[in-house]
């Protein structure tokens, strides 16, 4: 769908300190490099700003320190100055998405099967083929994406809107204006067992999962429920694809998280931390607040101080890499082997 | 929901020594610390055994050895004394889950869509909006989930419960007793290609999935079809959420796996075994039984010997990994430098 | 399901220079160990080729330079010679698919809901309970699997063919004769946010996804959208299971990649690549053409050379483990005590 929206529209909606003719149209947001005079694009990192010159973008979003360059620019075009571009632009994104989707019409589809016990508001909007069962409360404005699965005693809350496939489990809840993509389990049983005799002897899953305001849940992620207690995510929680968060787990406030990452049983992670794709956190560990994890990382104790925290075998040709590895197996010895030349030499 | 249960129903359903008043009713099952007097709790690891002297449980389980010290607490209250704690306390989730959760009438729902070449057993239960395609069995006392497919001429065991969105492939079958939870896909092809001229044919896998008795799997796990012969689970074997169960892999009895764990195609795994999560199993090895591979391993060789089995890069600050990471690059080197320091000193 | 097939119903459907009865029926193809004169066999690996003296099996499938071994077997039967016979294997697994499965009959079910705007082939199929949105098109003969979800305007190649199950997100589009397992979500929102006062701003995913003809994708695998523009899968790329692909990725022609592996957004992968099961690429990078990862490998920094990459800790017995994690920690102490020795030795 495209959709054409002019400089004075942009800057009605979104504000920002303006030069260029208002009336001028844009039918995309895109890079510098490759912009044409219909593109609005912009400049948040200022290793692209060599970019500037050389742009034809109709428009470009910059901070006050780019202004005066942005103006004169050589490809000419308008300008528009804000404290932080990158959050302008991420505006406009959603001024886009707001224009260019068509809405679900509110009410639920003849194909949906919706318990008579359930109460879903009036406003709100329940796709085809979606169950929804009973006891379960969807709040005003929320959507329940085509072929999802709300179940008994769970609660949707106010413009929380669920993509094609969802399952939310039984007793589990969402806040407020959370986004749940496709495929997402909320609320499977946590793994719990107790070994007897040689085999396992299930632990049922009494608890259920709660999840905050703004939260974002990215596709197939999966969010056990607890064993007694709840499973928690905070308010503005933000989750990728593909992650595993086991029973009991505790999310806090702003916390982010890359796709494939695995957070195991009663692990506690802090408010406004970040979690590189595929880490790995073990349970019943405690990160503070503000902890960084790089990318693949196995974090196998608690993190009690800020900070940033890594632990990746580096790559490296195959060749060299099976010599290192072949020594590696053999370290410890190597490290005897320095201490006794220490000894001989003092 | 809540449910209320007194000592005598739980002590008339689990058995164990009863100390106490058996007409005390519970609302909750609960850890020690934050227990009130209608949570029953349970001890059973001794390092939580200074807890026994603060818990205000109304009632706790302990073993023999606690006996005398649970029945003279401070806080007072009933004591159940058992031989497993940890066993006891499982069985009392599941009467707990027993007593409050509704069971799904059996039958089929209106809007499943059956085929008239289905066997579905009269006290099976169908799920709203499931299919079930021609030749499929499903047994005694199963349910098949919402929303959830069985392929042509699957079998579903006795009293094996799919929960709502599963997929089962044709020809795959589940024994009896399972649990099988949201999102998981057992019977997709195993990735299979012959390369030729600079492309991929694919090889049709015409194997199925074969799974014993008691198996459990998590959200969103698969479990590929074999090439020419069979996947396989048997019995008792406990998988978490997010594992891939490569073709014709083969794991052994009450063998459990952490979530996000893969299995590569043909791998052979002992009864048993443990394997944690994020971890991964290259294809045609073979582990025998009772071995245990730690979190986020690479299993790259046969594991003929029971036993633990570790490799994790350490985590630690980033900066102090980096320095770590970068001599790890010339690691050999440094060995071929000691070498030489060696020979010096002789 | 049973098929038989005669030597003469192979040789005619995929060539091959055959000896021995062509009238001979077969019901099975299998390795050669545990072969039985009503199985077909070959013998790509020459690693092998000692089961060729003992095999039962009752057709051989061999290249020349085996030939006269294969027709002078001790256990006797047929023999087919051609050049490549992994590929002769791939061909008869299809051929055998072919005559074993069942085909869905072409047309739209009843149960399906087909938006009054969407064009669907005639020669096409939607399964039961599958959703078809408005502005979307499904071409010739195309399977649209049970309980699938099409987004509008998405556009599904001719012969294309969907699992149950897999979700076709808005505008994105799917080429030709490519295959695609349950439980797939292709086009959800990539994972981007502003970060704004401690809290996550998103940016709205405008792109889509693009794939290629001949593209085969595993079971529970997440294409997500691309952020301004789409994500790209080239022509005869194969994933498997459980895959994490970030926005804006670009996957080169016939370039293969096993179970879990993520690729972070805006990263760029050549053709002809391999990356192994739960390998992982970083964002913003580029790896050329004819580059293999190892498995679970993280490539944190850009390819530009083809070759073999890795990057794995050893696993080794628990103990061993940790005496060189501990080292490893310190490893870069080591290496200045090393230097140390080395000057005291000038």
């Known amino acids: 769908m495209t959709i054409e929206v002019t400089l004075a529209d942009i800057v009605a909606r979104l504000g920002g300190e303006v030069s260029g003719d208002t009336a001028m149209r844009f039918n995309r947001i895109g890079p510098l490099a490759g912009a044409t005079a219909s593109t609005v694009s912009f400049l948040s990192n200022p290793r692209y700003r060599a970019q500037l010159a050389d742009t034809r973008a109709g428009c470009v979003i910059v901070a006050p320190s780019e202004a005066d360059e942005a103006r004169g620019r050589p490809g000419g075009g308008a300008v528009i100055v804000t404290p932080d571009p990158y959050l302008y632009f991420a505006r406009l994104t959603q001024m886009w998405a707001a224009l260019s989707r068509p809405r679900d019409a509110a009410g639920v589809h003849p194909t949906a099967v919706v318990d008579a016990a359930a109460q879903v508001h009036p406003t709100a909007t329940v796709g085809a083929l979606a169950v929804v069962a009973a006891g379960a409360v969807v709040g005003e404005g929320a959507v329940i994406g085509a072929q999802s699965h709300i179940g008994r005693d769970a609660r949707i809350g106010a413009h929380t809107r669920l ?116 880490a790995n956190i073990l349970g019943h560990l405690q990160l503070v607040d503000g902890v960084h994890v790089s990318v693949a990382t196995v974090v196998t104790r608690s993190i009690l101080k800020p900070g940033h925290y890594s632990g990746v075998f580096p790559f490296d040709d195959n060749a060299a890499w099976e010599k290192n590895a072949a020594t590696l197996r053999h370290l410890h010895q190597l490290r005897d082997r320095v201490r006794a030349l220490e000894k001989k030499l003092v």
Not at 211 to 226: H, L, M, S
């Open 163 to 278: 993509a094609p496939r969802v399952v939310v489990g039984d007793g589990c809840s969402l806040g407020e204006r959370c986004i749940v993509h496709s495929g997402v389990v909320i609320g499977a049983d946590g793994f719990g067992f107790a070994p007897t005799e040689g085999r396992w002897e299930k632990i049922e899953q009494l608890g259920a999962v709660r999840i905050g305001n703004d939260v974002e849940i990215g596709a197939n992620t999966c969010i056990d429920r607890g064993a007694l207690d709840d499973t928690v995510l905070e308010d503005g929680v933000k989750l990728d694809n593909l992650i595993q968060i086991g029973h009991n787990v505790h999310i806090g406030r702003h916390t982010a998280m890359a796709g494939c990452v695995g957070v195991a049983g009663s692990a506690r992670i802090g408010a406004h931390c970040t979690i590189g794709g595929a």
